[in-house]
């Protein structure tokens, strides 16, 4: 199942005619409010005059990152800006999970997810091409067009991996797995190996249908790959 969300836009304007005496006067007050909260701004330490906004992570992915079957403030973006805010990290993570996407659907979507104020990006995919058995190559190829598009677009990435499920055999394994391994080489990113490392295997971790986390799987993904993703950001920090 595929969930989307969609925000509706409204748009206001004045319908006063313009040159009119009402305007000239509303505009003149509104000038001398902007001046004097800006005043208020700078004085107090509010807004972005104060300082630097917060450091924008786009986490794309699948339902593992979307949060399916979990509430909001379950899902793995939520608790992860969470921990990194308890560290001292001042960070928004946007939410970039679709469920039911594969790494196509995801390169589809890539330019309009990441929009026009992403710093960074966690990027998390795959896990649906392998349970539908899909031709890694394929994959890879997908994938590869993600991370070049951020390169281009001079967005640093984490790479979270998967791992193959038993059912598919040896063979496909082979030649599934490695393909995060030589994508992070290729791009000399970071990886954390298998994003639901610590989760899958653990019923006690996981939703009814043994695929998704839990909440507390999802906390136990999030204390599995946040020395990574700490490691990470300090070496940004210093670029």
């Known amino acids: 199942m595929q969930i989307l969300s969609t925000k509706a836009a409204m748009t206001t ?137 951020l390169r281009e677009r001079g967005i640093p990435f984490l790479i979270a991996g998967m791992r193959a499920a038993p059912n598919l055999g040896g063979p496909y394994a082979a030649s599934f797995e490695p393909l995060y391994r030589e994508l992070a080489k290729k791009y000399d990113a970071p990886l954390y190996p298998f994003f639901l490392e610590g989760v899958a295997g653990h019923p006690d971790l996981q939703l009814p249908d043994g695929l998704h986390p839990n909440p507390r799987g999802v906390d136990a993904m999030v204390a599995g790959i946040l020395p990574a993703i700490v490691a990470w950001l300090d070496g940004l920090k210093k670029k």
């Open 13 to 149: 304007r004045s319908l006063t005619p313009a040159g009119s005496a009402g305007l000239a006067t509303y505009g003149l007050r509104l000038s001398f409010r902007q001046i004097f909260f800006a005043a208020l701004a700078l004085l107090f330490g509010l807004g972005e005059a104060a300082g630097a906004r917060p450091l924008r992570i786009v986490a794309l992915g699948d339902s593992l990152t979307a949060g399916y079957g979990l509430a909001a403030d379950a899902a793995f973006p939520v608790r992860l800006q969470a921990a990194l805010k308890a560290k001292g990290f001042d960070v928004e993570i946007v939410n970039g999970g679709v469920s039911g996407d594969t790494s196509a659907d995801l390169l589809a979507r890539l330019d309009w997810t990441l929009g026009d104020g992403a710093d960074a990006a966690i990027v998390e995919i795959g896990a649906n091409d392998m349970l539908r058995g899909l031709d890694p190559a394929q994959t890879a190829k997908n994938i590869d067009a993600i991370l070049a598009r």
